[in-house]
């Protein structure tokens, strides 16, 4: 008889991730308060993508990094 080979798979990583699509949704809200325009919209969308990086690099220049 040929043995069955088994593999589990677990990913934990459900929590941070959710809380980072809930983060990002916020984003996308806030940047598309003054959207007036097509283009507007999606800036939008890219803001929300960017922003944590524009924070960090702030956050570090004021630390004298």
Request: proline share 2%; glycine share 16%.
């Amino acid at each position: 008889m040929a043995k069955k080979e088994t593999v589990k798979v677990i990913a934990d990583n459900g929590t941070l991730g959710f809380v980072g699509f809930v983060a990002y949704i916020g984003a996308v809200v806030y940047f598309l308060q003054g959207a007036k325009h097509g283009g507007d919209v999606i800036w939008a969308f890219i803001e929300a993508v960017v922003w944590p990086g524009v924070v960090v690099y702030y956050l570090l220049q004021g630390f004298g990094a």
